[in-house]
Every structure is written in C-alpha cells, then in structure tokens.
C-alpha cells in the first residue's frame, strides 16, 4: 500500500513537473493537473494539500536530479578546472530547461518566502557547497588549504556575479538565453583567477 502510495506520489510530480516547465507555476491549476492524470481533485489534495507543497516537491525533483548529475562529475572530471566548468555548463542546463518555473518569482501564491522552499534552497546550496569542498579537496595540489571557506567563498563568488549580470541585463534573476551566456562566460572567467589565486597560494 504504501509502495502504491509513493508511485502515485512520484507520478504527480511528473505531471506537475511537465507543466510547471512548459506553462510555468503560477498558470498551472490543480484542476488541470488532476485532468492530466484521470483523478479527481479531492484525489489530488490527498497527496499535495496545495499547489505550493506540490511546487516545493517538484523543485525538489529537480534538486535531486542535479545532485546526482554532480556526482557524476565530481567522479569523472580530471582536473579541479574541468569539474568547475562542468559545474558551472549544468547550472546553464538547468535554468535553460526550467526556465519557465521561474522559482524566483514572487507572487502571492508562491515565492521565495516560503518557508519549505527556503528550507530547500538552503539545503540545496550546501549540498552544492560540499560537493564543491569535495572537488577542492580531491585536488592534490590544493590539498594545504582551507577546502571549506574557499568552497564557500567561490559558491557565492558565482552566484554573486551571475546575480549582479542578470539583474543588469534583463531586470530579473533569470535571463534571456543570449545573456545567460555572458554569465556562463565570465563565471568560467571567474573561475579561472580563483584558481590561479589559489594556485598562488600553495
């Protein structure tokens, strides 16, 4: 029964997964939702009490997905350069393919205020962070310093400057695709004096 009732779980966010990404979250109903699958609303709430909780499942989805994504890299890439860049082309790959959930978007319906979203957000960044220390300590070369503040530092080095590049380009904090290849571009740029830097330190 229970396996039964995590498949159905995992076939709605599928659903909702696939609408979210096309129509976007705030033009999503639950009645459409529910149409999709052939089940009744009340059927529906039974998994997900509101649009919000099922929103914050389908991030987590995708979350999850890029973890498992990251760890293929961290294991294959050669160099602490190559991870990096790797890293920095799925993060691309991501807001390219769910542009339209548009996360960041705030609306009385659902934002980044919300707290099981930031509780996500906040989880999903350290997991990025840690898999970022990982790249670092794995680099034999790098292996005398700091693997954590340095992992940190350039986690909110990177995003710090797509922000600031996004907000600048397009007024909002996710870009037209011509602008989120500057952004690739001068992350990648970022990336090669922060190894440089470190480079310079050992």
């Known amino acids: 029964m229970i396996e039964t009732a995590d498949k159905k779980r995992e076939q709605i966010i599928e659903k909702a997964l696939t609408r979210f990404a096309h129509f976007g979250i705030n033009?999503?109903?639950?009645?459409?939702?529910a149409e999709d699958l052939s089940i009744s609303k009340p059927?529906?709430?039974?998994?997900?009490?509101?649009?919000?909780?099922?929103?914050?499942?389908?991030?987590?989805?995708?979350?999850?997905?890029?973890?498992?994504?990251?760890?293929?890299?961290?294991?294959n890439a050669s160099t602490t350069r190559d991870a990096l860049f790797?890293?920095?082309?799925?993060?691309?790959?991501?807001?390219?393919?769910?542009?339209?959930?548009?996360?960041?978007?705030?609306?009385?319906?659902?934002n980044i205020n919300n707290e099981p979203f930031r509780n996500l957000m906040s989880e999903s960044r350290e997991k990025e962070k840690n898999s970022i220390?990982?790249?670092?300590?794995?680099?034999q070369s790098l292996s005398k310093?700091?693997?954590?503040?340095?992992?940190?530092?350039?986690?909110?080095?990177?995003?710090?400057?797509?922000m600031c590049l996004m907000a600048k380009q397009t007024k909002?904090?996710?870009?037209?695709s011509k602008g989120l290849e500057e952004v690739i571009s001068k992350q990648k740029a970022l990336t090669e004096i922060f190894l440089d830097g470190l480079s310079n330190r050992k």
């Open 43 to 75: 059927s529906l709430y039974y998994y997900f009490p509101d649009k919000i909780s099922l929103a914050v499942a389908v991030a987590g989805k995708i979350f999850e997905e890029f973890f498992q994504r990251l760890d293929v890299i961290k294991e």
């Open 86 to 110: 790797a890293l920095i082309e799925l993060r691309k790959e991501y807001l390219e393919k769910y542009y339209m959930l548009h996360l960041t978007e705030s609306t009385s319906e659902f």
């Open 172 to 176: 909002q904090l996710i870009p037209e």
């Open 145 to 162: 310093l700091p693997s954590e503040p340095i992992a940190e530092l350039y986690l909110d080095s990177l995003m710090g400057l797509g």
């Open 133 to 139: 220390q990982d790249v670092f300590t794995k680099d």
């Open 27 to 33: 033009k999503t109903t639950m009645n459409e939702i």
